[in-house]
T-cell receptor, first 112, second 111 residues
Framework: EAGVAQSPRYKIIEKRQSVAFWCNPI?????LYWYQQILGQGPKLLIQ????????DSQLPKDRFSAERLKGVDSTLKIQPAKLEDSAVYLC??????????FGPGTRLLVL | GEDVEQSLFLSVREGDSSVINCTYT??????LYWYKQEPGAGLQLLTY?????DMKQDQRLTVLLNKKDKHLSLRIADTQTGDSAIYFC???????????FGQGTTLQVKP
């Protein structure tokens, strides 16, 4: 069974630029999560989808972050414009239906 | 509010047992998880325990849960150099299954 796929693996941008990350969950997993992991910390949930609907986006900085999962399968997370403090690893996870979560390898973002 | 605390660092000798501790605050958590993160990698699910259990054993891993004290521990028997990584404790919070993570414990295994 293929795991959670994410791309790109690494991204370096300058502040005020835009960036987008892509995630493809495990086949059949209805629930998809985006987490932000700042260096030295545990991951923190940004947004959770159930199929193509948002379940929880209370911690998503909506002035600059957006995410979508239009067809209920893969998802895109966008930052526009990026700030220095957005430098982090962005992890995507999926679960069958809100249960045990399986994580992708992450996208490492550096904002200069 | 929800909070998960872990000690930051643990160093052991190869072949010894490692015990990583975690405390959490949400008494309604249904599941508690342990994830492993190696350098430059994502999080690998190691094991989990249902909140009505006291103990779960899976090969070299033993999870102990003290629900009264909201204390979770992960014991790794016969620790190997390949076990060197950051270990995260997480509680499954509320009906959505959102995970609240601790800050991670770095395990260093010396040969």
């Amino acid at each position: 069974e293929a795991g959670v796929a994410q791309s790109p693996r690494y991204k370096i941008i300058e502040k005020r630029q835009s960036v987008a990350f892509w995630c493809n969950p495990i086949s059949g997993h209805a629930t998809l999560y985006w987490y932000q992991q700042i260096l030295g910390q545990g991951p923190k949930l940004l947004i959770q989808f159930q199929n193509n609907g948002v379940v929880d986006d209370s911690q998503l900085p909506k002035d600059r972050f957006s995410a979508e999962r239009l067809k209920g399968v893969d998802s895109t997370l966008k930052i526009q414009p990026a700030k220095l403090e957005d430098s982090a690893v962005y992890l995507c996870a999926s679960s069958l239906d809100g249960g045990t979560q399986y994580f992708g390898p992450g996208t490492r973002l550096l904002v200069l | 509010g929800e909070d998960v605390e872990q000690s930051l660092f643990l160093s052991v000798r190869e072949g010894d047992s490692s015990v990583i501790n975690c405390t959490y605050t949400d008494s309604s958590s249904t599941y508690l998880y342990w994830y492993k993160q190696e350098p430059g990698a994502g999080l690998q699910l190691l094991t989990y325990i249902f909140s009505n259990m006291d103990m779960k054993q899976d090969q070299r891993l033993t999870v102990l849960l003290n629900k009264k004290d909201k204390h979770l521990s992960l014991r790794i028997a016969d620790t190997q150099t390949g076990d060197s990584a950051i270990y995260f404790c997480a509680e499954g919070s509320g009906n959505t299954g959102k995970l609240i993570f601790g800050q991670g414990t770095t395990l260093q295994v010396k040969p």
